[in-house]
């Protein structure tokens, strides 16, 4: 996906990537194409800056479940399970907050 705006408050040009496509061209390709549709779209070579960064790690076999919270360490006293349609989608230990660090768990 790639937002284009005006706005003097939103960067010029957003791009959201998808962890399919990371995976699939690794990230020195997919940094390679992105400044290619970016240097298109501006007429000009684009500075790039970083807003989030998200993680992946294959633990095959592992079957998370919303009670499996209780193993993993963390200093927030809040940690929120997500479900959507009573099917369990993640859990996130602590709350996001601008300029913060924050996780989110998904099952696979």
Known sequence: MVGITASDHLPSI???????????VGPLAALDFFAGVGECLAG????????????????QGWDLHGDDHHQFGCRAERRDLHEHDGDFGG??????IPKTVCARILPV
């Open 14 to 24: 957003r791009v959201r990537r998808q962890a399919e496509f990371l995976h699939g």
């Open 44 to 59: 000009d070579q684009v500075e790039w800056s970083l807003y989030r960064l998200d993680l992946f790690v294959d633990v």
């Open 91 to 96: 859990f996130e230990p602590g709350r996001l």
